[in-house]
DNA sequence: AAAAGACATATTGTCTACAATAAAAAGATG
DNA sequence: CATCTTTTTATTGTAGACAATATGTCTTTT
């Protein structure tokens, strides 16, 4: 019951996250502080700091005497991730070239076994989470504190994104899935050959790949699915 | 007796904020919960949320029972604030002259104003505090939540760079100074004729100032003054 | 005398109970 | 009948007490 008690609070925290990337947390909705800690056996004060966490992280929202709202996301949201987004991967993955270490490619090949699998297996839950955790472990190999934080944010947005616009029934769904997995597969080369300038072009090239993917459900008749709804507009729970 | 006891928690907060911006708690120090807790009269419980929110933001460093150290500077952090600072500040800036309101130019006025006059004071700490707010008013211009957290990470540690380089003695210092205010006023101006290229091209160019400003410092003789030490070389305190 | 182990102490982590605040519902009044 | 007020209830915020962990010291043993 050693590392058990220990890590109780951790499996929360790590739980939340995953259910907040996937959506099984919806955007925007709110978070029962009693029932949460109940759910992990674990009382409200730590619980309470770790929702302090992942809203520093940029996980929830804490609204003040009315408890954490998963971070929402609006329009505004979207138009200023695509702003954001290719300027810091583009970054991040050169610097990974630059900086990564034989253990940390390593660990990148395993994520990408992972991902593989994931797709094949055609959850599109843990095909999100893989590609999270594949970009996550690009940043750690960039090794620069002042950069992760904005990728960590920009992650949790992207992996949402996609969950809400993945739709593994469509054929055209499969063959992005193929490519950026073939994608990734070049990230592992060129970080491992240092190749900083090409591992900066394809980062581009695969933020690309994604837009277009993201483009092709926005545009056509603006927004079917709801991205999220304006704080308090319809409160607990999320149906 | 309201409005009082709510605030004293963020009253904690901005506070142990202020401190380590201006290098009062220094990095790598460690803080005694109870120690702290007490000074504002709070109890520990919300104390550790605000750590953890403090953590969240890079102003501390949690260890697992081994309490909260103040986010330590170490080489890699000047190298990495280096490599992240020029691309995020010209990014930011850029962003906030395209989007800024008349209310927000405003704010930003008399934040300028109190700076000048913290400079005229001679007061390092005011005067860091006022820029890191003039910059941090810019990032909220910028309204780009994904930017915002990097920004926040390299104004902590830019801000508590200058207050360890800052030297009022020196002449050279005034003149810096002095320099750094009136790019202040210019940033203003192009914000509010929403000239982008420019505002960009001026973050550099003040960016450029800072780091001369700081390499003066570095380069001689290698580092004169201690940037920071391995995490638990020196425990407690910070003599 | 030096090193390893056990104990003591101090600090962090957690829980239960209580207080304060805000939303919701019931009642009263125009 | 609508609206404002009051009361209720549910949820968040805080405090104090307790448990667990780590560090430092002292003893014991080789």
Partial sequence: MDTEVRSKKWLCFDDLRRKILTEELQP????????VAETYGISRP??????????????????????AQVAPMTH???RNFFVAAPMIYAAVTRLAAE???PAQIVKLKECQWSFRQA???????????????FHSLIGEMADNEFLMPSLRRLLIDHTRIGMTFYNPRKAAMACISATAA???????ELIEAGDADAAADLAVAHWELSR???????TPEAMQIPLGRAPGAEKRGAS
């Fill in 119 to 133: 797709i094949r297996g055609g959850d599109a839950a843990e095909r999100a989470v893989g590609n999270e955790r």
């Fill in 182 to 188: 073939d994608q990734h597969d070049q990230f592992i």
């Fill in 212 to 218: 277009a993917q993201i483009e092709s459900f926005v």
């Fill in 99 to 101: 900086h990564a270490t």
């Fill in 28 to 35: 925007g909705s709110y978070l029962d502080e009693i029932e």
């Fill in 46 to 67: 730590p619980l309470r700091e770790i929702l302090r966490q992942l809203a520093g992280e940029g996980y929830l929202v804490l609204h003040e005497n009315r408890g």
């Fill in 76 to 78: 505004k949201t979207l």
